[in-house]
C-alpha cells in the first residue's frame, strides 16, 4: 500500500479544527494594554492612545492563530460599570461554543500610577471564580521603581496568593524598552500563557505568541508528541485489520505534520508538507513509511512479525513518535538555521534525520520510555 500523507488531508479544513484562543486584556486606563497586543502580536493591531482613553468598548483583532480581546480600561470612579461590562462579555460568551468564549485573561495595572483598586481584586478573583486562567501584568514598569514594584506584588501576592504576576514595558520606544531589558518577563508571560492556555490551543499559542524555538522544541517532544503517539496506539489497539489501521495512522500522522509545522509557523509556507510526505516515502525505498505493513518488520526491534496485537500497538504508537520527533527536530534545526543567516534545504535536513539509525534509537526510546504503559493498556 502506498504511503499518501496528503492524500486526503486537506490543510485548510485542519486549519479550521484548530482552535484560535481567545485572549482578553483587560484593566487600569492607560495601563498599556493596546500597546501589550500590538507587542504581543508584533503588529500594530489595536489603537493606541495617546494618554487619552480611546471609547471603543470591547474589540476583538482576530489574528492567524490567536484572538486578542481588546476592552476599555476602567477609570477611578467608574468601577461598577468596568466590571459589570467586562464580566458580562465573559459569561455571555461562555453561553457560546467553546471556539467563542473567553479562553485566558491577562489583567493589566499602570506602574507608572502603580495604584491596586478593590474593583482590580474583585475583578481579578470573580474571573478565577470562572476558571479562566487569569494573570497580572504589571506594565510601564520603566515609570517606577524597584521599591513600588515589589510593594505592587506584595500587596497582589497577599489577597490573590494563586494568580502569576509579570513585569511588562510595552513602550513603542525602542529606548525604553531597552532600558529596562532583564527586568521584565515577555518570555514567562509566553510560557505562562502556553503552560495555561488549554491542550486543544496549545499549537496555535506556540506559533501566535513567537514562543522561543527551544520551548516549541521542547512542548512538542515532551507533551505533543507523546500524546499522539499514544493516540495512534489506542487507535489501532481498537483495530484487528492492517489496513484499517495504516488508514487510522496515516490520518493521525499526517494532522501530526501539519501541526508540527504550524507550531513552528512553517505551515503553508512553500509546501513542506508535501516535502515530508515525500522524503518519508523515498527514504529507503518506503521501507521507512512510518506505518504499520510487512516492509517494516526489519525496522522493529520488537521481535519481528507483526501478527501479535499488542505489539502492533506498540509499532503504532513508537513509529508516530519517531516521525513526530524527527519532524520536530528539523522545524527545530530549519528555523533556528534560518535565524542564523543559513538557507539549508528543509527537505536536506530532514533526508539527514531520517536514517535508520536515527529512526530505531526514537523507536527504543519510545519503547522503553512508554512502551510498557502501552502493553499493559492493551493487555486490560
Ligand atoms: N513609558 C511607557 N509607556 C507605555 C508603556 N506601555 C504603553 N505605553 C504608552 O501608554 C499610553 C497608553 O497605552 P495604551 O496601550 O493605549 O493603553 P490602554 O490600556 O489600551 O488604554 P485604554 O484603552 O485607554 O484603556 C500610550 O501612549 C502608550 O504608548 C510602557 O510600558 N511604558
Ligand atoms: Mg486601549
Not at 150 to 157: D, F, Q
Request: net charge neutral.
Amino acid at each position: 500500500m502506498d504511503l499518501e500523507l496528503t492524500k486526503d488531508f486537506d490543510e485548510q479544513e485542519e486549519e479550521k479544527k484548530l482552535i484560535t484562543p481567545n485572549i482578553l486584556i483587560c484593566g487600569q486606563t492607560g495601563s498599556g494594554k493596546s500597546s501589550i497586543i500590538n507587542a504581543m502580536s508584533g503588529k500594530q493591531i489595536a489603537e493606541i492612545g495617546d494618554e487619552v482613553p480611546v471609547r471603543n468598548g470591547i474589540k476583538k483583532y482576530k489574528g492567524k492563530s490567536i484572538n486578542f480581546v481588546d476592552s476599555d480600561g476602567y477609570e477611578i470612579g467608574k468601577e461598577e460599570k468596568f466590571i459589570s461590562d467586562i464580566l458580562g462579555y465573559i459569561d455571555a460568551q461562555s453561553e457560546e461554543d467553546y471556539p467563542e468564549r473567553v479562553h485566558m485573561v491577562w489583567y493589566c495595572f499602570n506602574m507608572g500610577v502603580a495604584r491596586l483598586t478593590d474593583g482590580d481584586l474583585r475583578m481579578i478573583s470573580e474571573i478565577e471564580k470562572r476558571k479562566i486562567p487569569v494573570c497580572c501584568i504589571l506594565n510601564r514598569i520603566d515609570q517606577t521603581d524597584g521599591g513600588s514594584l515589589n510593594t505592587m506584588r506584595g500587596e497582589i501576592e497577599k489577597r490573590l496568593p494563586s494568580v502569576t504576576i509579570f513585569n511588562f514595558c510595552a513602550s513603542p520606544e525602542r529606548e525604553v524598552r531597552e532600558s529596562v531589558q532583564g527586568y521584565f518577563d515577555e518570555e514567562k508571560l509566553k510560557n505562562w500563557a502556553l503552560a495555561n492556555i488549554p491542550a486543544d490551543m496549545k499549537i496555535n499559542v506556540m506559533a501566535g505568541l513567537s514562543i522561543s524555538l527551544k520551548s516549541r522544541r521542547k512542548q512538542l517532544s515532551m507533551k505533543y508528541i507523546p500524546s499522539q503517539a499514544a493516540q495512534a496506539a489506542v487507535a489501532v489497539g481498537m483495530n484487528f485489520s492492517q489496513v484499517a489501521d495504516s488508514v487510522l495512522l496515516i490520518g493521525l500522522q499526517a494532522r501530526m505534520a501539519y501541526h508540527i509545522l504550524k507550531s513552528y509557523e512553517l505551515s503553508g509556507i512553500g509546501n513542506l508538507f508535501t516535502t515530508i510526505q515525500s522524503v518519508i516515502v523515498s527514504a529507503g525505498g518506503k521501507k521507512l513509511a512510518l506505518t504499520i505493513g510487512g516492509t517494516l518488520v526489519e525496522l522493529i526491534p520488537v521481535g519481528g512479525k507483526i501478527i501479535v496485537k499488542g505489539a502492533n500497538v506498540l509499532v503504532a504508537g513508537s513509529l508516530t513518535y519517531a516521525l513526530g520527533m524527527t519532524i520536530n527536530e528539523t522545524c527545530y534545526q530549519y528555523s533556528t538555521g534560518r535565524k542564523k543567516g543559513s538557507d539549508a534545504e528543509f527537505s536536506d535536513i530532514l533526508k539527514g534525520m531520517m536514517t535508520k539509525e536515527n529512526i530505531n534509537r526514537l523507536v527504543d526510546e519510545y519503547t522503553k520510555k512508554y512502551g510498557k504503559q502501552n502493553t499493559e493498556d492493551e493487555e486490560k
